[in-house]
């Protein structure tokens, strides 16, 4: 059997065993002195049927506000990239809470509600913190923290929400770099000599990333990230991604990457497919190249991710409910 089809068998079985239904609620974790409050959502396993939630242009099949099922539960966190919303990969969540998984997503400073900010690239150095912060909130502070297992934490970025991933593990990007681009307060900070304060978050055990920003790294960026890491990329690339950059990480990361590059794929490939509405609002990011099926892909990138995750974030003692 191909490679590929024995991983969608085995990540099938898998949802088939531990089948349950994504519940889904909304989120927010309380501002700090210098941080504003963040929002998003967590989608998790409970047991009750699934209905229609519609959120703007966005639509889900999930069981709002039920209770969470399970304990010693594997927590999977997402981030978007620029524009974007919590809700951007909502297909992968609400996989992998069908499958025992809990995911929680938050928007950053540069989402798509926030459009003054999409050209401040200290959003670039708050992001990794956003992400530390939603895994504080999570094991500590929500309701139901105590069915959580803090062992075993996973990753899933697209775009700047992968180059906020690939911070989180430990890689480290260049500030000499961000002098490319005018007017950037980080630039000055790396010409006086001062290094870019970034936080990485040891707890992340395993890593996805889709079609990551790299501008900000080198070869060396790369030597203290430990963890196992997914990574995609679109075979044509788009929004300042490209292929070949995308391939240097991989490179980079030797034998710690699981590397797979998507056939006639742009970068917003990777963005869950768009219902009519969002299709009519936003056209640059639901629309995709002849050939190419967003749908199908999909069914793929959720069964291949949902595969990896239940790889390395695998407990024998404490296996998913």
């Not at 056939?263 to 009519?280: I, N, S, V, W």
Request: hydrophobic letters at 40%; proline letters at 7%.
């Amino acid at each position: 059997m191909h490679p590929l089809k024995l991983v969608l068998a085995a990540a099938l079985s898998f949802t088939t065993i531990f089948a349950h239904a994504a519940g889904f609620h909304r989120l927010e974790i309380p501002a700090e002195s210098d941080s504003p409050a963040l929002k998003g959502a967590v989608w998790y396993p409970c047991s009750q049927p699934l209905e229609e939630v519609k959120i703007g242009p966005y639509v889900m099949s999930v069981a709002k506000d039920c209770p969470v099922v399970g304990r010693h539960l594997p927590l999977v966190v997402i981030s978007h990239g620029w524009g974007g919303t919590f809700l951007g990969h909502r297909g992968i969540a609400e996989t992998l809470a069908n499958a025992g998984f809990v995911v929680a997503a938050i928007n950053h400073g540069d989402n798509a509600l926030n459009p003054r900010r999409y050209g401040d690239l200290s959003v670039l150095v708050e992001r990794p913190t956003d992400i530390r912060r939603l895994i504080d909130f999570m094991l500590d502070s929500w309701p139901d923290a105590s069915k959580l297992d803090a062992q075993r934490v996973g990753f899933f970025g697209f775009s700047r929400g992968g180059y906020t991933g690939l911070v989180s593990i430990g890689a480290n990007p260049l500030g000499e770099l961000l002098c490319k681009y005018k007017d950037n307060p980080a630039c000055e900070q790396a010409k006086q000599g001062e290094l870019l304060t970034l936080t990485h978050d040891p707890r992340i055990k395993a890593a996805v990333v889709a079609d990551p920003l790299s501008d900000f790294f080198t070869v060396e960026s790369f030597k203290n990230v430990k963890v196992p890491v997914q990574l995609w990329r679109s075979e044509q690339g788009g929004d300042g991604v490209t292929p070949e950059s995308v391939a240097a990480i991989a490179h980079a990361l030797s034998e710690r990457v699981e590397f797979h590059t998507v056939a006639a794929a742009e970068h917003f490939a990777f963005l869950a497919p768009c219902t009519p509405e969002m299709a009519k609002r936003a056209p640059e990011i639901c629309s995709d190249p002849p050939g190419f099926d967003r749908q199908v892909f999909h069914t793929e990138l959720n069964s291949t991710v949902l595969a990896f995750f239940r790889k390395n974030l695998a407990n024998d003692e404490k296996p998913v409910p």
